[in-house]
């Protein structure tokens, strides 16, 4: 609508499987369409090995190889992608401002936030170098390469309790390692995790170390009350901690609930007309690059339909004031 060099019908912050999806959908639409994915395109989902669970990919593929195929086809349908960081949002002028990392500032009549969420982790270093090499964050995603082992959950709440019952389906036994002498999860949930013959709740407990090679041969537990020490051999550490949604960037511009998560009306609209949410940042349940990569196509279809009406209100205006000259 704009006319021009800097500005874009949609911009979409954050190239995951969210922003992607989203970005294809507006840009076959359409729309002059950037998405700024920051420095390293592709979300969290390149960090992941393996995925068996994504739709179309009938063997274990690198998550890497995966969102690759996303960033080609997005690019083929027309869609800008930039490795410009954002680092400012006015979301108070018609149309929004956002400055990116190199000073310059776009416009825009639609934005898709799809920033993502990352998971938390514990910070000690045997954690970071095992990670997808038998430390993860997502038991969905991950359990199945343990089947017939040993593994264990860190963490005490209902994403843990879950994360452990989720994986009693492949495993041997699960160890839910909490810190403190009661768990945080929901009374239904401890009861199945009690009543569940593979899983054993280590209580008071930390990790202290992962241990292993080339890959997670077993963990160092430690007992907060006594300092004792417990050596567990198994193949598999999963953390279930929490994950904090990445919106600092959008705090005081848009509505955000006591989580960190942005806002929506149920599908991907969010408090500011004109601008939508997709994926991680706005859903705290599910984690997972399919439904993330869902809900950007929704926001995509609702970004395409808010430009229409705009065009439509524009043109509708434009021929009032010429009708009343």
């Known amino acids: 609508m704009t006319e021009n060099e800097n500005h874009r019908d949609i911009i979409i ?75 400012e949002v006015d979301f108070n002028v018609k149309p929004f401002k956002i400055t990116v990392s190199s000073k ?20 000690i270093p045997s954690e970071t170098k095992f990670r997808n090499k038998g430390v993860s964050s997502c038991a969905t995603c991950d359990g199945f390469f343990h089947r017939n082992k040993d593994v264990c959950v860190i963490g005490g709440g209902d994403t843990a309790a879950e994360d452990a019952l989720f994986l009693t389906k492949f495993s041997n ?83 955000i609930d006591e989580q960190g998560y942005i806002k929506t009306d149920g599908h991907t609209k969010t408090s500011v007309e004109g601008v939508f949410a997709a994926g991680d940042v706005m859903d705290p349940n599910y984690k997972q690059a399919i439904i993330a990569a869902g809900t950007g196509a929704i926001a995509g279809m609702q970004a395409l339909k808010y430009i229409e009406d705009l065009e439509c209100d524009e043109f509708i205006k434009q021929k009032s004031c010429k009708t009343e000259n």
Not at 54 to 74: L, N, V
Not at 181 to 205: C, F, G, H, M
């Open 13 to 87: 912050i954050g190239g995951g499987p969210a922003g992607l999806t989203a970005g294809i959908y507006s840009a076959r639409g359409g729309a002059k369409t950037t998405i700024f994915s920051g420095i390293l395109p592709g979300g969290q989902l390149i960090q992941t090995m393996e995925v068996e669970n994504f739709p179309g990919f009938f063997e274990s593929t690198p998550g890497a190889d995966i969102m690759q195929k996303m960033i080609q086809q997005a690019k083929r349908l027309g869609c800008e992608i930039s490795n410009n960081e954002i680092t």
């Open 104 to 123: 310059k500032i776009f416009t825009t009549d639609s934005v898709i936030i799809s920033t993502g969420a990352k998971a938390k982790w514990m910070g």
């Open 173 to 255: 036994k699960v160890y839910l390692v909490h810190r403190r002498d009661k768990l945080r999860t929901n009374r239904r949930s401890e009861e199945r995790l009690k009543a569940n013959p593979k899983i054993e709740i280590l209580y008071d407990s930390v990790l202290d170390e992962v241990l292993g090679e080339e890959k997670v041969s077993g963990i160092k537990i430690k007992n907060v009350k006594t300092n004792d020490i417990r050596e567990i051999n198994l193949s598999g550490v999963f953390i279930a901690i929490g994950h904090h949604p990445e919106t600092s960037l959008f705090k005081d511009k848009i509505e």
